[in-house]
T-cell receptor, first 114, second 109 residues
Framework: IAGITQAPTSQILAAGRRMTLRCTQD?????MYWYRQDLGLGLRLIHY???????GKGEVPDGYSVSRANTDDFPLTLASAVPSQTSVYFC?????????????FGPGTRLTVL | GQNIDQPTEMTATEGAIVQINCTYQ??????LFWYQQHAGEAPTFLSY??LDGLEEKGRFSSFLSRSKGYSYLLLKELQMKDSASYLC??????????WGAGTKLIIKP
């Protein structure tokens, strides 16, 4: 069982370029999340989805968009990358959408925007 | 505003016991999580507390006092592999997860 996979593992991107981070889970979880993790800060929620076909904004959504066409996939797109988006990005999923359910994390994507 | 406080870094000796504290001020409370994160890896679930008291799970225990807005993670018989960051996260009144910045635990032989 793979759990959650993310691609790419790492990426260096020129400012202004478009980039999509991929996330796939095989646990049939309803809820999925995108976080960014920066040194000295807690995980910050970018976007979430409670079920296929629905998405919502988290704490830091500006400059990012998501889609949830099916249960398994939850890609995160940076339309025009800026250096402040340099971070480690984690995708996560949980079976329930209540917020009290355990979240399972992917291995992360380390993104550098120059 | 919502706030979760944890020490930035702690050092302990292999075989010893360490307590990592977490205090929180959030809009409502619907539970508290502890996650472990090794350097360069994803966070993994350790514990979830919603009622006051101590929950023990092997070498790890987690305590919650809702009236004090306080939790701690207790690690016994420390091993080198316990070197990691420990993340505290609170579920607020909107059932959103609010994360602390994490405590980096360094284990020395």
């Amino acid at each position: 069982i793979a759990g959650i996979t993310q691609a790419p593992t790492s990426q260096i991107l020129a400012a202004g370029r478009r980039m999509t981070l991929r996330c796939t889970q095989d646990m049939r979880h309803n809820a999925m999340y995108w976080y960014r993790q920066d040194l000295g800060l807690g995980l910050r929620l970018i976007h979430y989805s409670n079920t296929a076909g629905t998405t919502g904004k988290g704490e830091v959504p500006d400059g990012y968009s998501v889609s949830r066409a099916n249960t398994d996939d939850f890609p995160l797109t940076l339309a025009s990358a800026v250096p402040s988006q340099t971070s480690v990005y984690f995708c996560a999923s949980s079976a329930a959408t209540s917020g009290t359910d355990t979240q399972y994390f992917g291995p992360g994507t380390r993104l550098t925007v120059l | 505003g919502q706030n979760i406080d944890q020490p930035t870094e702690m050092t302990a000796t292999e075989g010893a016991i360490v307590q990592i504290n977490c205090t929180y001020q959030t809009s409502g409370f619907n539970g508290l999580f502890w996650y472990q994160q090794h350097a360069g890896e994803a966070p993994t679930f350790l514990s979830y507390n919603v009622l006051d008291g101590l929950e023990e799970k092997g070498r790890f225990s987690s305590f919650l006092s809702r009236s004090k807005g306080y939790s701690y993670l207790l690690l016994k018989e420390l091993q080198m592999k316990d070197s990691a960051s420990y993340l505290c996260a609170v579920v607020d009144s909107n059932y959103q997860l609010i994360w602390g910045a994490g405590t980096k635990l360094i284990i020395k032989p």
